[in-house]
């Protein structure tokens, strides 16, 4: 950037200069992910938010029940599913509730309502967490069902390592992280947005198929009174997994076109109403079927219980496989945002498909190699479930309400975010302990690389 020829007064080479760097900002902004395209249609909300929000999480959470028990879980279920609705319908709203700005990202809002430096502060950590959480078990995720896969298909064939399982999966992100921003992805949102349903239906239409198992039981499998307290911590942060689809709702929100008179939250809201309610399909009847027709029997993944028929299972898998590759790039994105804005804005770089092309690669690859070194995949969700999606699920949106709208006190509005709050820290605090636990019971048998 040249410097400009100072004229007498110096006011007008100032002047020039701002207006440099608006145009400056507007081209980044152009080039940036999340902001370079503002056409998406309400439909598109829709989808994104499905494939965002249904994880391969729902196939553990038969066995989630299994840890809660019919009373505890199904009601965690629900209340879990109405308050990340109303926590969802929070970030909706606070999206454009300063007029004529849009908070296009988690941290901007954040930032907004606790102060530039502590918003980033809180924000981030938990938003990376998050999404670099959700990217490296979707790794494993993927390479477990191409496996599972391989083997239903060809039984009797050599058995190859899930390590090269892992590698086949993020082959195909090594292309698709090239796409430039969300709406592109849309095709391989709704794709997998559709294959979500599929496959929840395959395993909880297969569980009715197999009928109600001989001695069947549905108290705690844990033999200590220890080992029941964890689990059930563990199966709560299995829920609390279940329903993470808030670290990229104001990022869908952002490519979705406002005015004044017609906001972006009327289309958004839809889209998430109809998101909402495939997830409810999706949800309840995978956790409740398969519970009921299997008891504590049930494996952390639900389509490792239902061996036959062959060819269903393979199925399954594969929209398991098609699925996931839809989420990666999903939570993908707004890391892409997070780590281009940093180097185009504070290190200067100059935006290009070269610095893209790098950048999407070597997150890719590292995505793989921890995938690959820690492939133990229900501990970690239970981990991370309560450690970084609670609060930016569950909480996070209420205490930016009240830090903003400061509703009155003990007023419905007050109570509500309490409740939550309470809730999510609740969820935040235990559901780590479990899981943690299960990734040291694991991890002992485990070798590296083997």
């Known amino acids: 950037m040249e410097t400009q020829p100072s004229s007498d007064n110096g006011y007008a080479g100032n002047n020039t200069s701002s207006e440099e760097n608006l145009k400056r900002q507007k081209e980044i902004d152009a080039w940036l992910p999340i902001t370079s395209s503002r056409n998406a249609k309400w439909w598109y909300s829709a989808f994104h938010n499905v494939t965002a929000m249904v994880g391969a999480g729902v196939l553990s959470l038969p066995y989630a029940l ?73 790794m494993v995720t993927g390479g477990k069902s191409l496996e599972k896969f391989h083997d239903t298909v060809c039984s009797t064939c050599k058995q190859i390592k899930l390590t090269y399982f892992i590698m086949i999966f993020a082959s195909v992100h090594f292309v698709l992280s090239h796409l430039p921003n969300f709406n592109s992805i849309s095709g391989v949102s709704l794709a997998a947005a559709v294959m979500s349903l599929s496959y929840s239906t395959i395993a909880w239409g297969a569980s009715v198929a197999k009928g109600v198992q001989p001695e069947v039981q549905y108290g705690y ?25 808030h670290n990229v709702v104001l990022e869908i929100q952002a490519t979705i076109p406002s005015t004044p008179e017609k906001p972006s939250k009327g289309p958004m809201w839809k889209g998430v109403i109809v998101a909402y309610i495939v997830v409810a399909l999706c949800y309840f009847p995978v956790a409740l079927i398969g519970y009921w027709m299997f008891g504590n029997s049930i494996e952390d993944n639900i389509l490792i219980s239902l061996e036959k028929p062959a060819w269903l299972i393979a199925m399954a898998n594969i929209f398991v496989v098609i699925h996931v590759i839809g989420s990666y790039q999903i939570y993908a994105m707004p890391v892409f945002d997070m780590i281009e804005t940093v180097l185009v804005k504070k290190l200067n770089f100059r935006p290009s498909t070269t610095l893209r092309f790098f950048v999407r690669n070597f997150y890719v690859a590292f995505t793989m190699f921890i995938a690959i070194t820690f492939p133990f995949f229900g501990g970690l969700l239970g981990f991370f479930g309560g450690f970084a999606f609670a609060p930016t699920t569950y909480f996070l949106p209420c205490i930016i309400w009240l830090a903003i709208y400061k509703p009155k ?11 939550c709050i309470v809730f999510g820290v609740c969820l935040m605090v235990l559901s780590p302990i479990g899981g943690l636990r299960q990734i040291i019971l694991q991890a002992k048998e485990y070798e590296f690389y083997s």
Request: hydrophobic content about 50%; charged content about 15%; aromatic content about 18%.
């Open 409 to 419: 006190k003990f007023g419905l509005s007050w109570w509500t975010n309490w409740i």
């Open 66 to 138: 299994s840890e809660l028990g019919w009373g505890p879980g199904v009601a965690i279920l629900v209340l879990s599913w109405i308050i990340t609705l109303y926590t969802l319908w929070q970030m909706v709203e606070m999206h454009e509730m300063v007029p004529g700005k849009r908070f296009d990202r988690y941290h901007e809002l954040g930032q907004y309502a606790f102060g530039e430096k502590l918003g980033l502060y809180i924000v981030v950590p938990q938003q990376l967490i998050v999404e670099v959480g959700v990217c490296i078990v979707y």
């Open 221 to 245: 499998k844990a033999k200590t009174a220890a080992g029941t307290v964890f689990n059930f911590f563990s199966g709560l942060g299995d829920i609390a997994f279940a329903y993470a689809g």
